[in-house]
Nanobody, 128 residues
Framework: QVQPVESGGGSVAAGGSLRLSCVVSSDFFSTYCVAWFRQAPGREREGVAVIDSDDITTYAESVKGRFTISKDNAKNTLFLQMSSLKPEDTAMYYC??????????????????????WGQGTQVTVSS
């Protein structure tokens, strides 16, 4: 397996939008739950959204209605479209894959310990 590689982070004013991308190994989408996490300084890593092989998605309450997770199977790429960004969305964003043989929308989908493969992260900074 190859480590996921994220891109697309940057700085944006509050209310703006960004789209993150993550290239994963070719079998990830059919084998694992694939998710976006984020971690702000001094805070624990938290799950943002997860998608399964059937494109069923689950979101953290803090981003529902503003963020959209999607994937392009042919390009082995995961996306996170972020809109109406707030300063509290500022964090390092990570792509992760894991939860083999577990339901992707289970109660512990946002537990970082259940994911095996992690990217290096991409920084998102939202100014007020």
């Amino acid at each position: 397996q190859v480590q996921p590689v994220e891109s697309g982070g940057g700085s944006v004013a509050a209310g703006g939008s960004l789209r993150l991308s993550c290239v994963v190994s070719s079998d990830f989408f059919s084998t694992y739950c694939v998710a976006w996490f984020r971690q702000a300084p001094g805070r624990e890593r938290e799950g943002v959204a997860v998608i399964d092989s059937d494109d069923i998605t689950t979101y953290a309450e803090s981003v529902k209605g503003r963020f959209t997770i999607s994937k392009d199977n042919a390009k082995n790429t995961l996306f996170l479209q972020m809109s109406s960004l707030k300063p509290e969305d500022t964090a390092m964003y990570y792509c992760a894959a894991g939860r083999l043989n577990l339901p992707c929308n289970g109660g512990s989908w946002s537990a970082a310990r259940e994911y095996t493969y992690w990217g290096q992260g991409t920084q998102v900074t939202v100014s007020s």
